[in-house]
Nanobody
Framework: QVHLVASGGGLVQPGGSLRLSCAASGSIFSRSTLRWYRQAPGKQREFVAFVSTGGVTNYEDSVKDRFTISRDNAKNTMYLQMTSLKPEDTGVYYC?????????WGQGMQVTVSS
């Protein structure tokens, strides 16, 4: 059984930074592709960032150069470092892990960017 436990959400002012973490149980983490998604109020869940097993990353255009996804296989943990946050980054953030067609989600975390 795989569980993802996310942490690090909260309230931050525009221009501020926040780091989200997502810790995974089980032994498949290092062989899994990892993603972050978010869902703004009244909108559908959208892709934010991706990191492959080999460390290749990809980002949604609006977060490029502001967000950094990373993984620590020794700790079974993925991260999303968010800088220069904007009010439009507000939403519920979800971590996601995929291996061999199986998909796992962490619980959503609220990120609010507001003054």
């Amino acid at each position: 059984q795989v569980h993802l436990v996310a942490s690090g959400g909260g309230l931050v002012q525009p221009g501020g930074s926040l780091r989200l973490s997502c810790a995974a149980s089980g032994s498949i983490f290092s062989r899994s592709t990892l993603r972050w998604y978010r869902q703004a109020p009244g909108k559908q869940r959208e892709f934010v960032a991706f990191v492959s097993t080999g460390g290749v990353t990809n980002y949604e255009d609006s977060v490029k150069d502001r967000f950094t996804i990373s993984r620590d296989n020794a700790k079974n943990t993925m991260y999303l470092q968010m800088t220069s946050l904007k009010p439009e980054d507000t939403g519920v953030y979800y971590c996601n892990m995929i291996l061999g067609g199986e998909m796992y989600w962490g619980q959503g975390m609220q990120v609010t960017v507001s003054s």
